[in-house]
Each structure stands twice: as structure tokens, then as C-alpha cells.
């Protein structure tokens, strides 16, 4: 059974760092681009980027890009997503999805919940 | 960026009712179109891919169609589990973009 779990909810401060994760079982993880989904509160679904693991091949949305790094290590199957310097308008609910065989999100994890607040 | 509309926003319908969302792309996106359920505070769950296939699991009264920039999704007998926020996605190109979203609610 293919599984995507993410780390717990973070609640951190303005211009602390932060990197959630998201580690997958049941399939081939290096295989198969795994990405990024924001969703603000009581708002859509945002694209924020994607890595394939296998050779680290990253793409981040113009939206995103230099907001935030996407990185993973293919030894434990854990992708990540990190912020330097967080601002309150990161609070967020996080998703990590797996691109399967299709091409598109197959498979999703539980999200994360990141506030952000003095 | 390939811009992603879908109407209506929201709609109001009954159970046993045919349900059908409309998704745009603002040009061709080779057919690279999902679509994706989301319960309120849960993950969204992936339903049809490439336009048209339908995901593992997902039951048949979910159908996708269209091509080149129309696309739609059709519930044939909406049921109670239904009503969910639907959102449809492109990965034909970079950044992938997801359409706002179709609200789905009981009358």
C-alpha cells in the first residue's frame, strides 16, 4: 500500500526556520516525482514544486521560488520542504503528493499544519 | 503560467442529482488534466487523470471528458459523500496549476 506521512504540526515564530517532511512506503520512492501543495485557510489548492528524487531534479513555481527549498533524501524515502525565514502569511496547511504511474498526484499525505505567529 | 477556470464556483444540488463541473485552461494542455475531491479538513483524493481515466478505487459514477481546453466532470447520481470541494489540475507544463475550485453543497 503506497503512504505518504508527514511530520506533525509546527507552530513557530516570524523569521524562524522550519522543515516538515514527508516519507513514503509501498512504492518505488526514487521512481516517481514527489511535490508540494499549499492550501491557506478557507483557500484552493497552490502548486509549489516538485522533486524526483532519483537525480534531486527540482522545479519550483515563480510563486515560490527562493520562498522556500525542496530537497530530498532517497536513503531514508523522505522528501522535505524548508523555509529560513518564516513569515506569518506561511501559515499554511501542507501537502506532499506522489506523482504515480498516471503522471499526476496519485497518492497524497495527511498534510501538515504550519502557524506562524509572534 | 496556464491559467485554470472552472465554473460554477459552487452549486447547490440534491442527492440522485447529475452533477457537472467545467474546467478551462488558458491554452492546450495535451489532455494532462486532473481532477480532485477535498473534504472539508482532510487531503485531496485524486479521481480521474488524463481527462478521462478513472483512478483505482474511485467508483464509476465519476466520468471525465473533454480535450484540448474544455474539460468537464460529471457525478451521475450524487450521494451524500459526495459533497466536497472538486478541483481540477493541469500538469501538462510548469508550474502545474490548479483551477479555484467547485464547491459542492446539499440543497
Known amino acids: 500500500e503506497v503512504q505518504l506521512v508527514q511530520s506533525g504540526a509546527e507552530v513557530k515564530k516570524p523569521g524562524e526556520s522550519l522543515r516538515i517532511s514527508c516519507k513514503g512506503s509501498?512504492?518505488?520512492?526514487?521512481?516517481?516525482?514527489i511535490g508540494w501543495v499549499r492550501q491557506m485557510p478557507g483557500q484552493g489548492l497552490e502548486w509549489m514544486g516538485i522533486i524526483y528524487p532519483r537525480d534531486s531534479d527540482t522545479r519550483y513555481s515563480p510563486s515560490f521560488q527562493g520562498q522556500v527549498t525542496i530537497s530530498a533524501d532517497r536513503s531514508i524515502n523522505t522528501a522535505y520542504l524548508q523555509w529560513s525565514s518564516l513569515k506569518p502569511s506561511d501559515t499554511a496547511m501542507y501537502y506532499c503528493?506522489?506523482?504515480?504511474?498516471?503522471?499526476?498526484?496519485?497518492?497524497w499525505g495527511q498534510g501538515t499544519l504550519v502557524t506562524v505567529s509572534s | 503560467d496556464i491559467q485554470l477556470t472552472q465554473s460554477p464556483s459552487s452549486l447547490s444540488a440534491s442527492v440522485g442529482d447529475r452533477v457537472t463541473i467545467t474546467c478551462r485552461a488558458s491554452q492546450g494542455i495535451n489532455n494532462y488534466l486532473a481532477w480532485f475531491q477535498q473534504k472539508p479538513g482532510k487531503a485531496p483524493k485524486s479521481l480521474i487523470y488524463a481527462a478521462t481515466s478513472l483512478q483505482s478505487g474511485v467508483p464509476s459514477k465519476f466520468s471525465g471528458s473533454g480535450s484540448g481546453t474544455d474539460f468537464t466532470l460529471t457525478i451521475s447520481s450524487l450521494q451524500p459523500e459526495d459533497f466536497a470541494t472538486y478541483y481540477c489540475?493541469?500538469?501538462?507544463?510548469?508550474?502545474?496549476?490548479f483551477g479555484p475550485g467547485t464547491k459542492v453543497d446539499i440543497k
Open positions: 503528493a506522489s506523482a504515480g504511474i498516471s503522471g499526476s498526484y496519485d497518492y
Open positions: 509501498g512504492y518505488s520512492f526514487i521512481n516517481y516525482w
Open positions: 489540475q493541469q500538469y501538462n507544463t510548469y508550474p502545474a496549476t
